[in-house]
Every structure is written in C-alpha cells, then in structure tokens.
C-alpha cells in the first residue's frame, strides 16, 4: 500500500513537502509520482520519477515543484514551492510496483492528501 503525509493549510508562497510512502511484499517499483483533482476537473498527473531519476513536470509547477525518490525506503516526495491558490487540490502519488511473486507492474494509489492554498 501507500501512505501520502503532508499538505494541509499552506499560505500562498508556502513550501510544503509532500511525502509517500509503499510499504508490503515489493519486488521492485518502477515508476511513481503525484497527480492532484480539483472538484469537477479529472485528475491530472503533477510529477513523475522513474526508477532511474528521471522527471517530468506538467508546465504549471515547473520550476517550482520537484520530485525525488528514494528506492532504498521506496518512498517519493513532491516538494512544492511560491505555492499559488490555483495549487489548491487533493494531491495522490502512485507507484507501479511488481509486488513478490509476480511479473506484472501493478499501480498502486495513496490515500490522497488535501493542499488548501489560502491566507
């Protein structure tokens, strides 16, 4: 499963750190990353990291958002910054994982995590 941590009540500006975490029988992990939903808008994906470091950034949050990975603990962080009310949105990372004894990537969502942008 994931676990996501962080977000909250941010004041424009702010530089809150979105974390996740995959824990249970994981063989590997390939991809992860975040996307975020605002009410009446489908889920767009934010961030995404390979398994390599790789990023890709949607153009709203670039240079202002960075993902990181870490594959020892098998968790991703969205570090966000000069964060706008537009930001405002239930954040999720995901994770394509082959769990143990399988050959198949399957994704994997966190809980999702509320970021309010607001002074």
């Known amino acids: 499963k994931l676990q996501a941590s962080g977000g909250g009540l941010v004041q424009p500006g702010g530089s809150p750190t979105l974390s996740c975490a995959a824990s249970?029988?994981?063989?590997?992990?390939?991809?992860m990353g975040w996307y975020r939903q605002t009410p009446g808008k489908p889920r767009e994906l934010v961030a995404r990291?390979?398994?390599?470091?790789?990023?890709n950034y949607i153009d709203s949050v670039k240079g202002r958002f960075t993902i990181s990975r870490d594959n020892a603990q098998n968790t991703v962080d969205l570090q966000m910054s000069s964060l706008k009310h537009e930001d405002t949105a239930v954040y999720y990372c995901?994770?394509?994982?082959?769990?143990?004894?399988?050959?198949?990537?399957?994704?994997?969502w966190g809980q999702g995590t509320l970021v309010t942008v607001s002074s």
């Open positions: 995901y994770a394509a994982i082959i769990p143990l004894g399988s050959t198949r990537y399957q994704i994997f």
């Open positions: 249970g029988s994981i063989f590997t992990i390939n991809g």
């Open positions: 990291i390979t398994e390599v470091g790789s990023t």
